[in-house]
């Protein structure tokens, strides 16, 4: 007996999971074998230069971020499913990437048809997924979250895009009362004295918007706060405050308000999860990240296509804030290329031409919409280590491989 308690007190020490077992060095970073883990269980950081089996298991972990709760806030699928054409051609500069780096999924979408569709190999990270895999995204919940506005806003929840927040009772004696729909929608908010942007933080508190409620905001961070200079400062908590707002606006019906739009507009084939965090509806726990399979993230992007081609009310609403962009300027966050902004999605792509919006989030995940030539260009990744100048960027310019 006492042999076996010896033995299972050496398994526990040298557990991944025991912290304790593990030194941690000046950069917070651990070292379990061959894995890389972080003190606070985040993500890799961009600037760090992983292996294949670190990578291999914070995608693991990633995809299992999220809650039990988080159902209450989840899509059915359709009944009616968008259909997808394929016209499918090998590139090799895809399968190239994908053989080197962290690129885990490359789809390219043109002018009706799925052209290119290809996965990172199983030696890498193609037997981590698959087609049903919902897969995390973070940053472009804050894109899906200004589409979801036109939504709101042509369905008659709210007036328009330059409607203040004034009516929200979470948004009373604090500087939310002052904004407009369209300054959220730019990250606008005018709260810069309130939050930092790196790491993107309340001051006061040092609290992560990713963790909090917009109730718990209001009643803390921004109590009798004041809007200062209407700069752009990108960050979670203006994608937070609109995925809340139109929860209020919908008389707290989102998940209903989402169905229908999942459903009956995009047409998504499998469920379509968003984050929440604690509390009730009305406190505003809704968080900009969701989660949905590869090909229902491409859905929502030819969603937002044909809403732009067709001139609908929701492509009219896309182009009025296409027209309102704001400079990024010194704080160019994203992806790092696209120099302006217009209700969560990135614009002012150098040395492209064409009307392109983007949505981008952390790891190299991009869906970028080419209006003009009816492009889109989708990747999943887990780290920015691919070629995206090349294959997302010229990509969503030139449509074309055959001469790279």
Not at 62 to 83: H, I, L, M
Request: with cysteine.
């Amino acid at each position: 007996m006492c042999k076996l308690a010896s033995i299972l007190i050496a398994l526990i020490l040298v557990s991944p999971v025991a912290d304790a077992a593990v030194k941690w060095n000046n950069s917070g970073e651990k070292d379990v074998g061959e894995i890389k883990l972080w003190s606070d269980n985040s993500q890799i950081p961009e600037s760090y230069n992983p292996n294949l089996a670190t990578v291999r298991e914070h995608f693991q972990r990633y995809n299992k971020r999220g809650v039990p709760r988080d159902e209450r806030f989840a899509s059915k699928p359709s009944n009616n499913p968008t259909q997808l054409i394929f016209n499918k051609k090998r590139a090799s500069v895809i399968q190239k990437e994908l053989g080197r780096s962290f690129l885990a999924s490359y789809i390219m979408y043109e002018r009706g048809k799925i052209v290119i569709d290809e996965k990172s190999p199983d030696n890498r990270l193609g037997d981590l997924f698959d087609d049903d895999t919902l897969l995390y995204s973070m940053s472009l919940g804050k894109s899906l979250g200004g589409y979801l506005m036109g939504h709101a806003i042509c369905k008659g929840y709210i007036e328009s895009v330059d409607q203040k927040l004034s009516d929200w009772p979470l948004a009373k004696n604090t500087l939310l009362a002052e904004i407009t729909v369209r300054e959220v929608l730019n990250s606008t908010l005018g709260d810069q004295e309130y939050r930092s942007l790196i790491p993107e933080y309340f001051k006061t508190t040092d609290r992560d918007p990713g963790d909090v409620s917009i109730s718990d905001v209001a009643f803390g961070e921004l109590r009798d706060s004041k809007a200062g200079k209407k700069i752009f400062a990108y960050g979670q908590f203006p994608a937070n405050v609109a995925w809340n707002y139109i929860s209020f606006k919908t008389n707290l019906r989102f998940k209903d308000f989402l169905n229908d739009v999942m459903q009956n507009h995009i047409g998504l084939a499998n469920r379509l999860k968003v984050n929440s965090g604690g509390g009730g509806e009305k406190d505003g726990p809704l968080q900009s990240n969701f989660k949905a399979t590869r090909y229902d993230t491409l859905r929502i992007g030819i969603a937002i296509l044909k809403d732009w081609r067709d001139d609908t009310c929701v492509g009219k609403f896309l182009k009025d804030i296409y027209k309102s962009r704001v400079k990024k300027g010194k704080y160019n966050m994203g992806d790092g290329y696209s120099q302006s902004y217009a209700g969560f999605f990135h614009t002012g792509y150098p040395n492209v031409k064409d009307t392109v919006m983007g949505m981008d989030g952390y790891g190299g995940i991009a869906l970028l919409i080419n209006f003009d030539d009816e492009r889109i260009i989708y990747t999943h990744a887990i780290h920015r280590n691919y070629n995206y100048k090349k294959i997302v960027m010229k990509a969503i310019r030139d449509g074309k491989f055959s001469s790279w």
